[in-house]
């Protein structure tokens, strides 16, 4: 069951790209949750997982001894569910997904692509958690730091868009 968590229903095993994988598992689950209850349900699911992550990050390191094993994916998805959680952090019916004036979509697309710039760039802070923490908050901590920075990110291009088109 830990190497079926931690892999994000073995997600992690794609032979390329495994952690682009991981987050469009996870992007896809979050905006199922997203059309069933309300961002504060995914944020403090991903709480959860976190921390159990973190305690079973711990476990596969300390029996393994490798440190950020590509295939460890779970950080992936909470990165990417608290980036949800931020943008488009709101609850729409399926019919609603794709509807343009809601920015659901475009606001969960926006948040895949800036948490994996982040999580891949690493810049600031970002980096300097993936760098000097260890263990299990080494693995989690840089993606969850990278997640509210995309989900701020594509909230902000969002509503300044929006402004922009009342502007015009």
């Excluded at 460890?72 to 609850?91: K, N, Q, R, T």
């Amino acid at each position: 069951m830990n190497w079926f968590f931690i892999t994000l229903g073995y997600s992690g095993l794609s032979p390329k790209a495994p952690g682009t994988a991981g987050s469009i598992v996870a992007l896809l689950l979050g905006m199922w949750i997203l059309t069933y209850f309300d961002a504060q349900t995914l944020f403090m699911a991903t709480v959860l997982i976190s921390v159990i992550a973190i305690k079973s990050i711990d476990k596969y390191e300390k029996t393994s001894g490798i440190h950020d094993d590509k295939r460890i994916v779970i950080d992936e998805l909470a990165g990417m569910w608290f980036a949800l959680s931020v943008a488009p952090a709101m609850s729409v019916s399926m019919s609603e997904v794709g509807m343009w004036e809601n920015g659901f979509l475009i606001q969960s697309i926006l948040s895949f692509v800036l948490f994996r710039y982040f999580d891949i760039a690493k810049p600031s802070i970002i980096g300097r958690i993936d760098r000097e923490a260890k263990g299990g908050i080494g693995v989690m901590g840089d993606d969850i730091v990278a997640g509210f920075a995309a989900g701020i990110c594509s909230s902000l291009i969002w509503q300044g868009f929006v402004q922009l088109q009342t502007v015009l």
